[in-house]
């Protein structure tokens, strides 16, 4: 398995440009989480998925984020419009189950300037 | 605020000592897991153990958690230059299923 893989690695856009990452995790875990890490909060968990259904947005800063998992192998972060306080490297993970651990992606640097 | 901290932010040793990073949270867990991110990657799982454990060990990794104390710590012995990284801990909380994440701690193993 080529484990959790994320794209596009690094994204450069404008303020008020709609930003979608994509990530695809690995086939057979139930549970896919998108994290947003950065110096002043941290890893920071925004929202996840169990069996594609989205179990707890709570995380998710505001109404301009919305996340996807349109079937088992693929899902989508999409914020629109996007701002400069947005920038911060995006990890999705997924896992086998609560009772194990996290195989996390290599990030999206977004940086909105 | 977060439920784990790290305890040093930053830890710097020479190779071939040990290095002990600790963590605290805040409320009761099901397990604790302990993760490793090189800069510029993803985090890496290194260790789970779960709440009626006490000790744990893989490889030159020594895991132990004291659940009275909402306390654990990691153990690195024999250290190489390549452990250079930020170790965070993360915990799964009674009645959630994701991760909470630490503050991290910075190690540098100097060659």
């Known amino acids: 398995d080529a484990g959790v893989i994320q794209s596009p690695r690094h994204e450069v856009t404008e303020m008020g440009q709609e930003v979608t990452l994509r990530c695809k995790p690995i086939?057979?875990?139930?549970?896919l989480f998108w994290y947003r890490q950065t110096m002043m909060r941290g890893l920071e968990l925004l929202i996840y998925?169990?069996?594609?259904?989205?179990?707890?947005d709570s995380g998710m800063p505001e109404d301009r984020f919305s996340a996807k998992m349109p079937n088992a192998s693929f899902s989508t972060l999409k914020i629109q419009p996007s701002e400069p306080r947005d920038s911060a490297v995006y990890f999705c993970?997924?896992?086998?189950?609560?009772?194990?651990?996290?195989?996390f992606g290599s990030g999206t640097r977004l940086t909105v300037v | 605020s977060q439920q784990g901290e790290e305890d040093p932010q930053a830890l710097s040793i020479q190779e071939g000592e040990n290095a002990t990073m600790n963590c605290s949270y805040k409320?009761?867990?099901?397990?604790l897991q302990w993760y490793r991110q090189n800069s510029g990657r993803g985090l890496v799982h290194l260790i789970l153990i779960r709440s009626n454990e006490r000790e744990k060990h893989s490889g030159r990794l020594r895991v132990t958690l004291d659940t009275s104390k909402k306390s654990s710590s990691l153990l690195i012995t024999a250290s190489r230059a390549a452990d250079t990284a930020s170790y965070f801990c993360?915990?799964?909380?009674?009645?959630?299923?994701?991760?909470?994440f630490g503050s991290g701690t910075r190690l540098q193993v100097q060659p």
């Open positions: 086939s057979g875990h139930d549970y």
């Open positions: 409320t009761s867990i099901n397990n």
């Open positions: 993360a915990t799964r909380q009674e009645g959630r299923r994701a991760l909470t």
């Open positions: 998925f169990n069996n594609n259904v989205p179990i707890d």
């Open positions: 993970a997924s896992s086998a189950g609560t009772a194990y651990g996290y195989t």
